[in-house]
């Protein structure tokens, strides 16, 4: 399970389908406060209006069922599309990078591994560990714009 809920943190699997009964499974493999499972939406699946006799998933639909049998659970651990670090670690060797990243006490949320040799570190990131924030300018299918803003600490030192 740790495994596959790493996946799902790493992969920005924010939303998740599946059963009410799986929530307290999951909220209880985790082993960060932090981060948990919580029910965003219960429904049923039910045939399309009109459709008799459904043969096919095209002839179904969800619907809102406060008592149905299926839930859209949000996984609050879900790493951001994007973000920036301040705190990079680097190792050329991949099988221990790959170690590194499934192991428990690795957290994504502070750190990022990069499979090659990092430039020389810039005064700034050890003078502030908060490397500001990230927001998306524009997003398409085929085209992705992100901006930076400084931490609030570098932009009046700057100044």
Known sequence: MAGLLRYWQLTNARFVLG?????????QAIRQTN???????????????????????????????????YVLLEFTGALPRVKLYS?????????????QLVNPDFDPNQSVLVASELPAALPSASRNPNAGTVKFASYSFQNHRAQKRRPFSDRVAAE
């Open 35 to 69: 981060q948990q499972f919580r029910i965003m939406a219960q429904f049923n699946i039910v045939p399309k209006p009109g459709r008799v006799a459904p043969l096919t998933e095209d002839d179904m639909t969800a619907v809102p069922d406060n008592n149905g049998p």
């Open 87 to 99: 705190n990079w670690e680097s190792n050329t060797n991949a099988q221990d990078l790959l170690e």
């Open 19 to 27: 059963y009410p009964s799986v929530l307290e499974p999951l909220n």
